[in-house]
């Protein structure tokens, strides 16, 4: 902690040094304009060279008043400023900059098609950067790089982009949601793959431009729901190749890891593999996240695919999928394309838990205190094989994915509970025993269809979603459970229970959208430029659940059936939502200035459901069938300044119903839980709830004027439920507990979360700010031992980060977090309770010399309730061989201090629990990795020329001398 809050006080010292200046310097000024219409031109780029080699210092693009501004100039050094813009003649200028004239202004500068250029000096020269429309091109070949460097690299050094420690990539402050390799998606949606794994040399240009949402139709698209995305558009001779990882390590106390990670490409193909196998809690979601977790780039690695020392147990995994993608035309682009996938992937883990809980809860006579210890091991397999085909052009749009998967899994868990009171000590005691066997089949189908024709100018506008699906699950459980109780002796219980359940469930649903029903109605008549659409979501389900339950008889040493328990329950569900959509947007814009809607919208809904329950217990045998007015209403606002910010406010209302299921209103008493009676309630109606919401995002990027990217969010719900269901508890003096469920007016919830986010550009140095936070409240009024009371339980979660880069060489990240939890209680004689996580983060990236990279993090953790802390501490250290620093070496040293520890909290309405569970404990590990990559015919840059080191389109550019 000292030497966290250390490095934080020493933080803003490191920031001025780093502001020093090395000794004079100048400043250049000038404002465009177009010589006809004298109107100021924006997107025009500006160029400084130094002329006696034509290398160059600098540049940018006007901004929206048309003005440029260069500080920090070399003296007496004779410079090219150039300027071009599409469209115009270019325009250049020699000038010399000392110490008596250190600054320089040129005034207006008026650009036009007849424009001469005097005493023309001419140069080849490479455009870093340009405005061509509405599209941002950066230009690659105007960037000195190593020749190993990848996108990510020269991004770094694009005015406007910011690379966000977290992997985010935002342009002018706006968040790229799309990145695309020849206008099509590269081995998904992960940015890293394509900016981490492609080489600068490989890259013709790079694209970035705003699209249309593509999953939402015209008609339910606003203008907040463009998307900016990034196109890497390869060079003639690059357009195939392969890239990957594959990586072994071997580590003391038996612990290894092993990774691969493989692409390969062409025009219309591409093919990604991955595996890994591990036992350091190395976690592996899909095969998108692995790719994306064994890049090339080595430098700032986000120490995320590391072993998690945080997770509960010891893991054990295994993971190996494929995904083959190819596109039946040459060229696409988020307008056309047409494009087969294919998917394989089969998991296992092998998960190890022990655990201790300690928990606290109010009853009506006094605190209540348990504590339980629980061991158990889970064994589960999975194999999943899917396939996707998605058509788009202009007018249409169909998709579909088909997909199966089958999950084995095999477990068995042991566990002792204690109840204490004040002054009374044990009341009970539970030990129970388990060993369970599961299979689990499914396969599903989903599509969807657009057919657009102009929207809702066509009578022929609509778009379709269905979905289906079928599963089967077959579950065996053998439990033990010893149960005493030293309050009430008679409450003693022993058994030995088996249960086989066998399911099955099939699911469909058709949602139907049309776009066109005011013209249909009223034909040509505009009504007022309102929208008017009609949707219908229909869904039905049917499941079968035969549940057989059989207790061991001691004395004929054979399983009997429990009639009690042992049931058939066959459920089918029809809903029907039709709603009718109602919005009008007022816009308002300037070329090249701002653009600002304001959208209203409503969509007067409502749902139609029908269930029938069939059960061997007559009282299960239910029919129901209900009609709710489900309305939802929105207003959303819309601001953007070209080149400036922009501002998205929307606050939305809906009213939502939900129905008691079966098992609340007449549930089947399982005696096997022994802490734990539910009993229903036979007279719950449905619950009503009433929700506001709003949303507020605010994104700048850095420009002359402004040098930080700035991002703002902040969003918050009320909720109020109109009988909502309760629990009624009973509590007995061994801590056992009977629950009725009753409905009860009162419950109500609010949540707030924001985060903001700050990036600042000091020379070649970035200074980053984030910070998080979140409080999610609940009031629930209840019955605890027949005393009314409403419990409120509050989780407040917030963190602060700090990441500190100097240049490309170290960086820094510095983190705070308190995490807090209460549960409160205004019933008479009952008890409140609160508990907090202290959480501190560090962690240090060095990459000196060249190819060495030393990283550490720290993570600190302290529970105030249970006075218990955990302290982890690991280091690693690689290095690249071989001029191409294809092969990696890498040495971890994790938990150094071999202090960690999981600790986790959580509230609930009547009490709040600790817990701690095993997890990783101190080790060694050697870490060899190689690269395969190959791109086109050869790799390289090919001859390199003019200023920025590569090949490119040039440009001509004269001036006075």
């Known amino acids: 902690m000292k030497l966290i809050t250390i490095l934080l006080l020493l933080l803003p010292c490191i920031i001025f040094s780093q502001e020093k200046t090395t000794g004079p310097v100048g400043t250049v000024t000038g404002l465009v304009k177009d010589s006809a219409n004298d109107y100021a031109l924006e997107s025009v780029t500006v160029l400084v060279y130094k002329k006696s080699d034509s290398t160059l210092l600098n540049y940018q693009l006007t901004n929206t008043s048309g003005e440029f501004s260069f500080d920090k100039l070399p003296l007496n050094v004779s410079l090219l400023i150039s300027l071009t813009s599409s469209g115009y003649k270019s325009f250049s200028k020699t000038i010399k900059l000392d110490s008596a004239n250190s600054s320089f202004s040129f005034g207006t500068i008026q650009l036009g098609t007849n424009f001469k250029n005097l005493d023309e000096v001419v140069i080849e020269a490479v455009l870093p950067i340009r405005m061509n429309g509405d599209t941002l091109e950066i230009n690659p070949a105007a960037f000195k790089l190593d020749s190993n460097a990848v996108v990510e690299d020269m991004l770094r050094k694009v005015p406007g982009v910011t690379l966000w420690g977290d992997g985010t990539v935002t342009v002018n402050g706006k968040k790229v949601t799309n990145v695309y390799v020849d206008g099509k998606p590269f081995f998904g949606n992960d940015p890293a793959i394509a900016t981490q794994n492609l080489p600068k040399n490989a890259i013709d240009k790079i694209q970035v431009y705003t699209e249309e949402d593509r999953t939402k139709t015209a008609a339910e698209r606003t203008a907040a729901d463009s998307l900016l995305t990034m196109n890497i558009k390869l060079k003639a001779d690059k357009k195939n190749g392969y890239f990957g990882k594959g990586g072994v390590g071997i580590g003391t106390d038996q612990r290894f890891e092993g990774d691969l990670g493989l692409q390969a490409y062409n025009k219309k193909t591409r093919l990604g593999i991955g595996a890994a196998m591990n036992n350091i809690n190395k976690g592996v979601d899909d095969l998108q996240s692995l790719l994306g977790e064994t890049t090339f780039r080595s430098f700032n690695p986000r120490n995320r695919y590391v072993a998690n020392f945080g997770g509960q147990g010891i893991n054990k995994i295994y993971f190996v999928g494929a995904n083959l993608q190819h596109s039946f035309i040459e060229t696409t682009n988020n307008q056309r394309t047409n494009e087969l996938s294919i998917d394989l992937t089969g998991r296992g883990n092998v998960n190890n838990v022990s655990s201790t809980t300690n928990g606290t809860s109010t009853t009506g006579t006094g605190a209540l205190y348990t504590s339980s210890t629980r061991n158990s091991t889970q064994d589960n397999d999975t194999k999943t094989i899917g396939l996707s085909y998605n058509k788009r052009d202009r007018d249409k749009d169909l998709g579909f994915r088909i997909s199966a998967n089958e999950t084995k899994g095999f477990g068995n868990s042991s566990s002792t509970s204690k109840s204490e009171r004040d002054s009374v000590g044990v009341v009970s005691e539970n030990v129970e025993s388990s060993q369970s066997q599961t299979t689990n089949r499914n396969i599903n189908f989903s599509g969807n269809f657009q057919n657009k024709d102009s929207d809702e100018r066509n009578l022929k506008s609509f778009s379709l979603r269905f979905n289906s699906g079928y599963s089967e699950n077959q579950n065996i459980r053998n439990t033990l459970t010893d149960f005493d109780s030293y309050e009430n002796p008679a409450r003693n219980t022993s058994l030995n229970r088996l249960y086989n359940s066998n399911s099955n469930n099939w699911n469909g649903g058709v949602n139907f959208t049309y776009n066109a029903l005011k013209r249909l109605l009223f034909g040509s008549n505009n009504l007022w ?125 809906s009213k939502n119903y939900s129905i008691p299921g079966l098992d609340q209103l007449y549930p089947i008493i399982d005696s096997t839980n022994r802490y734990y009676f539910n009993y229903g309630g036979a007279f719950l109606k449905p619950s009503a709830t009433n929700s506001f919401g709003f949303n507020f995002n605010y994104n700048r990027g850095n420009n002359r004027n402004k040098k930080a990217d700035i991002n703002f969010n902040l969003n918050g719900n009320i909720g109020r439920v109109k009988n909502a269901i309760a629990d009624s508890s009973n509590i007995y003096n061994d801590g056992s507990r009977d629950v009725y469920l009753i409905n009860i007016d009162g419950r109500k919830t609010w949540s707030l979360f924001g985060n903001i986010n700050t990036s600042i550009k000091l020379k070649k140095n970035v200074l980053q700010f984030t910070y998080s936070g979140s409080v999610f409240n609940s009031q629930s009024p209840n019955y605890i031992d027949q005393i009314f009371s409403i419990s409120r339980t509050q989780n407040f979660n917030n963190s602060l980060r700090v990441y500190f880069a100097v240049t490309d060489i170290i960086n820094f990240s510095l983190s705070q977090g308190v995490n807090m939890s209460n549960s409160k209680q205004t019933g008479g004689k009952l008890q409140s309770f609160n508990n907090k996580n202290y959480v501190t983060s560090a962690s240090m990236n060095l990459q000196y010399p060249k190819d060495l990279t030393l990283s550490s993090t720290l993570n600190y953790v302290k529970n105030v309730a249970s006075k218990q802390t955990s302290m982890l501490w690991n280091a690693y250290i690689s290095y690249r061989f071989m001029k191409s620093k294809q092969i990696e070496a890498k040495f971890s040293a994790m938990d150094i201090l071999r202090q960690n520890r999981n600790i986790f909290i959580s509230s609930g309405s009547n009490g709040i629990n600790t817990t701690v569970t095993n997890g990783l404990e101190q080790f060694y590990m050697l870490t060899i990795s190689y690269f395969p990559r190959k791109f086109g015919v050869g790799q390289g840059g090919g001859n390199r020329r003019g200023p920025g080191g590569g090949n490119g389109p040039g440009v001509r550019m004269g001036g006075r001398q």
Do not use: C
């Open 529 to 653: 430029n309102i929208n008017v659409r009609v949707t219908n979501n229909f869904q039905v389900s049917k499941s079968d659940v035969t549940y057989n339950v059989s207790d061991f008889d001691s004395t004929g040493k054979v399983y009997v059936v429990n009639n009690k328990i042992t049931n058939l329950h066959q459920n089918t569900r029809i809903s029907e939502d039709p709603a009718l959509n109602l919005s009008k947007a007022f816009t308002k814009n300037l070329s090249n200035r701002y653009y600002r809607t304001i959208t209203f919208s409503t969509n007067l809904g409502g749902q139609f459901l029908w269930e029938k329950d069939r059960s061997n217990f007559s009282n299960r045998n239910l029919t129901r069938d209900f009609a709710f007015f489900t309305p939802n209403s929105n207003i959303a606002y819309f601001y953007q300044k070209t080149n400036g910010y922009n501002i998205n406010f929307n606050v939305n209302h």
